[in-house]
Nanobody
Framework: QVQLVESGGGLVQPGGSLRLSCEASGSIFNIYVRGWYRQAPGKQRELVATITSDGNTHSADSVKGRFTISRDNFKNTVYLQMNSVKPEDTAVYYC??????????WGQGTQVTVSS
């Protein structure tokens, strides 16, 4: 199996920055897409950004130019660098990794609150 542990959430002021981390362990060679998702109160979970095994990235229109997804293969960790955050970025952020054997695996979620 694959286990995911997130860190880095918290309270940040509008216009500020935050970096989320998601460390994977277990059968990491089973992973083919690594992604970040978020769910705001009363809304469905939505895609934020993904990165494939060969490094191709995709971001939602709402975060393009502000958020960047990256990976450190030696640390088995994926990052979400969040810049110029807005109040509407407030949500629980989840890493979700797609695996060949077990479908999408989710982290436990980390709260990000953008407020002055």
């Amino acid at each position: 199996q694959v286990q995911l542990v997130e860190s880095g959430g918290g309270l940040v002021q509008p216009g500020g920055s935050l970096r989320l981390s998601c460390e994977a362990s277990g059968s990491i060679f089973n992973i083919y897409v690594r992604g970040w998702y978020r769910q705001a109160p009363g809304k469905q979970r939505e895609l934020v950004a993904t990165i494939t095994s060969d490094g191709n990235t995709h971001s939602a229109d709402s975060v393009k130019g502000r958020f960047t997804i990256s990976r450190d293969n030696f640390k088995n960790t994926v990052y979400l660098q969040m810049n110029s955050v807005k109040p509407e970025d407030t949500a629980v952020y989840y890493c979700g990794f797609d695996t060949y054997n077990w479908g999408r695996i989710w982290g436990q979620g980390t709260q990000v609150t953008v407020s002055s």
